[in-house]
């Protein structure tokens, strides 16, 4: 479990977060959503040390990672995978030595382990038989599952993923949305998810934690955040005429 | 190996082509102002031999390499930075500065006095087909030229400097790549903006050794 306590976080003169507490559990999605600039991937950020918080603790199954050094830093994020935004694949490596690098980095695996455990991932996100591909030479979508296997190559306890869906058209979206799901049920991991992707939230989100401006406005689950009155979320959520008919017609089934 | 290709083997081109016509610039130029009787013929070897070790081959490669080199780490580093590469090795536990830039550095300290060496042999070559092909002198006195007056410690000194502007090129490009901010634009601003900043640093470094070594 990630444990997110007062949370403290100023850029100059700037404060972005603001007292921010949460707890994800493992072998559940949880969703980190809300408008863009109100400081939702600062928070991610902060989770995994790329952004120093002011104040406050972040805590890795009780380890206080806010005050642990470099090198005890480092043990903590090998437990970490993370899918970036844009994928961030090493351009200069193919797809195979983009999984196989956290594995040569830090394990002792024999290179026919290694092979191994890089067919494992590619076949997890469908991709086997494409390891000699280039980054360039992957489609958007590729990127994101290429990126979602160098994320699960060490067996993470933790998976984050920032934006996992932009850029991508709807129906491969729901690609990357259902392995992620799949991935956390199936080896129990701890998964943080930030989203502006509504369709994400409905099909995915075992946990909604809505951020606005730097605070935790409201958490719940896919179903309450149908229902919930919240104006900010609501003024979020259902902002197209189109989303406010589903969630009228949702409310209805509800009742 | 990657590092020695990218920063050693890739540059061995333009350092050949530079030194070559320029170790060929300096044979003829030296020549054509050598107006007095009193002079003898190997002077013209003997200057360009001078020339070439003393600050041709180290200094104005060196330059030239900070410009092909470092703003090509510059932007390789500052493009991994922008697309969040950098951050990636980061959240896996990799030490990024380690990694990316340690490499960088010595394939510079190591490969560069090699580069320069042979830029040395070629402009001197070079030298030696400008004047021989123009038949401006002969090659017995050309080379005795190329002999007269030989130090072996200008050979050190010309390598140290090399030494010294390779780290200088390298952890100055990679320190803008690094700490880029923002998009493409600024990539290319960071680049430009570590060889501007490399060329100054190598002409104050070169005037500071000087001074220390030779004087």
């Given amino acids: ?255 | 190996m990657d590092e020695v290709q990218y920063i050693g083997i890739n540059s061995i081109p333009i350092v050949a082509l530079m030194s070559t016509f320029i170790g060929a610039v300096i044979s003829l130029q030296t020549a054509s102002n050598m107006d007095s009787p009193l002079l003898p013929d190997y002077t013209v070897g003997y200057i360009t031999q001078s020339s070439v070790i003393l600050e041709f081959s180290p200094t104005i490669i060196s330059l030239i390499l900070a410009g092909k080199v470092g703003s090509n780490i510059a932007s390789e580093i500052g493009t991994m930075r922008i697309t969040e590469q950098i951050d990636a090795l980061e959240i896996m536990g990799v030490n990024s500065l380690n990694h990316l830039i340690l490499p960088k550095v010595l394939a510079a300290v190591v490969y560069f006095p090699v580069l320069v060496i042979f830029s040395m042999i070629l402009a001197m070559i070079g030298g030696f087909v400008a004047l021989v092909v123009s038949d401006l002198q002969s090659t017995e006195t050309y080379v005795l030229g190329l002999r007269s007056f030989f130090d072996v410690s200008n050979i050190t000194y010309a390598l140290t400097k090399t030494v010294a502007f390779g780290f200088i090129i390298v952890s100055i490009s990679s320190f803008y790549g690094y700490y880029v901010k923002g998009g493409s634009l600024d990539v290319g601003k960071a680049s430009t903006k570590s060889v501007v900043v490399s060329s100054v640093v190598i002409l104050i470094a070169n005037f500071i050794i000087t001074k220390l070594m030779l004087l």
């Fill in chain 1, 1 to 255: 479990m990630i444990s997110v306590r007062n949370v403290n976080k100023t850029f100059g003169k700037q404060q972005v977060l603001f007292d921010v507490s949460a707890n994800f559990e493992p072998g559940r999605v949880n969703l980190i959503i809300g408008q863009s600039g109100q400081g939702k991937s600062v928070l991610a950020k902060s989770m995994v040390g790329l952004h120093e918080v002011d104040s406050g603790q972040i805590l890795f199954d009780g380890r206080d990672f806010t005050a642990m050094d470099k090198s005890d830093r480092a043990e903590i994020r090998q437990e970490i995978g993370m899918l970036f935004q844009g994928s961030a694949l090493f351009d200069s490596m193919t797809v195979e030595e983009n999984i196989k690098f956290p594995l040569s980095m830090f394990t002792k695996m024999t290179k026919k382990e290694m092979q191994e455990r890089v067919d494992f991932c590619l076949e997890r996100v469908n991709l086997q038989g494409r390891n000699a591909l280039y980054p360039s030479e992957c489609s958007g979508g590729m990127q994101k599952r290429v990126g979602i296997a160098r994320a699960i190559a060490m067996n993470p306890k933790y998976l984050f993923c920032d934006e996992p869906n932009s850029g991508l058209d709807p129906k491969t979206a729901i690609v990357i949305d259902s392995l992620i799901k799949d991935i956390t049920y199936e080896y129990g991991i701890t998964t943080i998810v930030i989203t502006h992707d509504m369709n994400s939230v409905m099909e995915i989100g075992d946990n909604v934690i809505f951020i606005h401006q730097g605070k935790k406005w409201w958490e719940g689950d896919r179903h309450s955040i149908i229902t919930t009155d919240n104006p900010e979320i609501e003024a979020f959520v259902f902002a197209s005429e189109f989303m406010k008919k589903i969630r009228s017609s949702l409310k209805e089934r509800i009742k």
